[in-house]
């Protein structure tokens, strides 16, 4: 018989850390916007999330190791906005998160979920950071409850 772990999918006691990226921010604050309103609709008490800002997508992974150690925090959430029409070492910031982001993950054996956008135009960057629509904050919300409820069963 093969033995199927099931987690519970639910929001409430998870304790969540958001480490959100301020360049590109008329990006990246909808993408916070949709993770919290996400988090919270999942059931996540407000008093359980903590947000911190970095300059930048590169930053992100220290900040996230940072919160990854605290035994007060369930799981990370990193948002940010590497686009590559605004930037010509876009392929450096956008791997150094990516790589970065997971490491975190892997060293410290806590969820941290990529949330950073890394699109070729603006244009795609707005699409997928939409308030009612598309958004990728409210994607890494729903991914960041399922990895902590799945991580707590296992
Ligand atoms: N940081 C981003 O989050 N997105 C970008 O598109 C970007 N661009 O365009 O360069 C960017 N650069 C800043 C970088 O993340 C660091 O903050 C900076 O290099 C200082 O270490």
Redesign the pocket.
Known sequence: MVKIIEAKVKGRGVRVAIVV?R??KFITEKLLNGCVNELVRCGVRKGDIVVAWT?????VPLVAKRFARKKTVDVVIAL????RG??Y??EM?AQGATQGIMQVSLDTMKPVIFGVLTTETLDQAYKRSEEDGDNKGKDAAQAAIEMACLLEKI
């Open positions: 990226s360049f590109n300059p930048g997508a590169f930053e940010g906005a590497v686009i605004e930037t070492h876009f910031v």
